[in-house]
């Protein structure tokens, strides 16, 4: 369901439904003019198959919001140009055509890529093929779905003069702010479970923003 902002008297509100008072201050929202106007906020998941050329996190099993309690594993994948999904388990590589619909997103191309955005499906499908992804040499820790895309994203960037990205550096810079930003959504989702309207003082705001349009793949 949708979480809508309202920002009245020094407080954010967060609801279902825009409330006629405000529970803060008792003020009237409704002739409070555009800047108490309710602001629905984004989802921060994607519908990975619509995610071109992108890493994707979703959860082991189920979705982040049926039942995901924060702590679960979470799998990752690389996307292909239509939304094919790799990657990687003790079964060896998937091509997952369905099953990604609801995903934290890293985009890794911009649309000037020049002849890379032709290649990269090819590239994708050639890496999987190789015998580092056989299903007898998956290690839950070491060897993983993570190091599968993290390898193969690492692939593209040397090619292109780039240097590697270790796990540590590409989860700080590209992972953490938008699974943070996941994390606060879900978080507003499970307290307007129980309550229309949850409020915090503007105050208590920590303005972060995602990243920059450029990916790790430029």
């Not at 920002?7 to 002739?31: E, F, K, S």
């Not at 820790?141 to 270790?166: D, E, P, W, Y």
Request: glycine residues 10%; aromatic residues 8%; charged residues 20%.
């Amino acid at each position: 369901m949708a979480v809508l902002r309202v920002r009245h008297c020094r407080a954010l509100l967060y609801c279902r439904r825009a409330p006629p008072r405000c529970p803060a201050c008792g003020g009237d929202l409704r002739g409070a003019g555009l800047a108490s106007a309710p602001v629905r906020l984004d989802s921060p998941f994607r519908h990975g198959h619509g995610q071109p050329r992108a890493f994707l996190v979703r959860p082991t099993r189920g979705t982040f919001l049926d039942g995901y309690d924060g702590h679960s594993d979470l799998h990752v994948g690389i996307s292909s140009s239509r939304g094919v999904v790799y990657s990687y388990d003790q079964e060896g590589v998937h091509r997952d055509a369905r099953g990604w619909e609801q995903c934290v997103c890293v985009p890794l191309l911009q649309p000037d890529a020049g002849e890379l955005l032709q290649h990269w499906d090819s590239l994708l499908h050639e890496f999987s093929l190789e015998e580092a992804w056989l299903p007898h040499r998956y290690e839950e820790q070491q060897h993983n779905c993570f190091t599968f895309a993290l390898a193969f994203i690492n692939r593209v960037r040397q090619g292109r003069g780039g240097a590697a990205l270790s796990k540590a550096e590409f989860t700080e810079r590209f992972v953490l702010p938008r699974t943070r930003d996941a994390a606060r959504y879900l978080r507003l989702q499970r307290l307007l479970q129980h309550s229309d309207i949850h409020i915090v003082p503007l105050a208590e705001q920590q303005q972060q923003s995602l990243p920059g349009n450029r990916g790790p793949l430029g």
